[in-house]
């Protein structure tokens, strides 16, 4: 994938194709002096800014009328700090950049998604995070952050400076300002042994405490219409590294993940009737596969199929039920759902609006196929999940607005304060955070 959106004139597309845009103009600033002279234009114009990543959120967060920042020219890394274990790493730089450099760097991250496609500034704005028992999202492994607010000042914020800001623009939502430098934690290059394999919904979910409990990192995926899932245990391994054979991989992530999912999803938009035939089918096709490899290798995959999604965290102690619930809504329905529904979890932080802010989370991801009819299903998986308190992932599609989400976060009032001082007219705003965050 070389570029993850489109942009045709001034017409921005993200990457899954739901959401579109028209800038006034694009700008591609390669200093922070040239983006703060980007920011006093457009305040003089009288247009708003957003900058914007790959495109890979599935909301309108990035959309503007105003002016697009696009990162291109924000990108590499600044410093490598050996003795602190920190990279600073421009905000612009893809993460499958950041984590090759770290590679031959002999450092890695602690935990990370399951794409790479993103933006450093863009996966950590919008709280991207993978799963794990002990180790939490990427933005949890922030250290230090540089940002240019609305007036043109450089804030560099930190747990020691600007503690306030810190707290909030680890997951900003780009209301804020514009990220520019990000200061990460490290560590030394790890292995991680990947044990894949099939398991029915039913064990998983009566299990799925102690599976958690035992694994460093645990996700499963439940295949609608089906009693199947795939687990997936990810733990650091003594080694030696052992990938997967090029033929064997191949067949797995690519022709079986990519290619053959492709055509079915294809057949079930055409034929919906189809689908659980075919679910059935998809989900006894992926054998059990064991394999060690170095981090990024182990948590990430290439995701060709094209897909809308919605996500939401609840109570890590809700997940069982709102699984449950969801398989009956699933089941009673005239519903087909091509993709599996994918369930992550992640451990309690200290930023303001993190999904997992304040309390132990399990997240609880749909998809369906591009092009294909969703706002029903998702409608009923977003009745279900915030009858348990579910707080939405702000890059994927939901309808919840600030009143909803002032109740679903303790410190929604604080970060709100922190927006309010440091873009005081607004200047970051779109359709996207008026919602979610108020005027």
């Known amino acids: 994938m070389t570029d993850t959106y489109a942009r045709t004139a001034n017409t921005w597309r993200n990457w899954a194709g739901n959401v579109t845009a028209r800038p006034a103009r694009v700008e591609s600033p390669a ?23 790959t495109g890979h959120s599935f909301t309108a967060a990035a959309a503007t009328d105003g002016v697009l920042v696009r990162p291109d020219l924000l990108t590499g890394i600044r410093a490598v700090d050996r003795e602190a274990m920190t990279v600073t790493v421009e905000a612009g ?17 602690t935990n990370m998604g399951d794409i790479m496609e993103q933006t450093v500034a863009g996966a950590t704005s919008t709280g991207t995070h993978g799963t794990g028992r002990d180790s939490a999202s990427i933005s949890a492994q922030i250290r230090a952050l540089e940002l240019v607010t609305a007036d043109g000042t450089v804030l560099r914020c930190s747990a020691d400076e600007h503690p306030e800001v810190f707290a909030a623009a680890r997951v900003g939502l780009g209301a804020l300002g514009v990220v520019t430098a990000v200061t990460l934690a490290v560590e030394p290059v790890f292995l991680l042994t990947a044990r894949e394999e099939p398991m029915t919904f039913d064990r998983v979910t009566s299990d799925f405490d102690q599976l958690v409990t035992e694994n460093e990192h645990f996700e499963f995926y439940w295949f609608p219409h089906t009693g199947n899932c795939n687990t997936k245990r990810n733990n650091r391994s003594a080694g030696p590294a052992a990938p997967p054979g090029r033929v064997s991989g191949w067949i797995e992530d690519e022709l079986l993940s990519n290619g053959i999912f492709q055509v079915a999803c294809a057949v079930g938009r055409a034929v919906p009737a189809a689908i659980p035939s075919m679910a059935r089918i998809s989900s006894r096709a992926l054998s059990a596969r064991t394999y060690t490899d170095i981090p990024y290798k182990v948590f990430t995959s290439p ?21 449950r619930e969801l398989r009956a809504m699933v089941e009673r329905s005239p519903l087909r759902i091509s993709f599996p529904v994918e369930v992550r979890t992640a451990p ?11 309390r132990d989370s399990a997240y609880i991801a749909v998809h369906m196929y591009r092009g294909t009819p969703h706002q029903a299903y998702f409608t009923a998986v977003e009745r279900i999940m915030t009858g348990y308190d579910g707080r939405p992932h702000w890059g994927k599609i939901h309808t919840r607005d600030s009143g909803y989400l002032a109740g679903a976060y303790p410190r929604f009032g604080e970060f709100t ?5 440091l873009d005081p007219d607004r200047l970051f705003a779109n359709d996207y955070l008026r919602r979610v965050l108020g005027e």
């Open 303 to 323: 995701r060709r199929v094209r897909f809308v999604e919605m996500e939401y965290a609840v109570p890590r102690e809700a997940a069982v039920d709102a699984l």
């Open 348 to 358: 309690a932080d200290d930023m303001a609006l993190s999904t997992a802010s304040g």
């Open 417 to 421: 304060a922190v927006r309010d001082r």
């Open 31 to 53: 200093s922070v002096d040239e983006l703060a002279d980007v920011l006093r234009r457009a305040s003089e114009d009288g247009l708003t800014v957003k900058p914007v990543g």
């Open 93 to 109: 730089t893809p993460l499958k950049r950041l984590n090759t450099a770290l590679a031959r760097e002999g450092l890695s991250l």
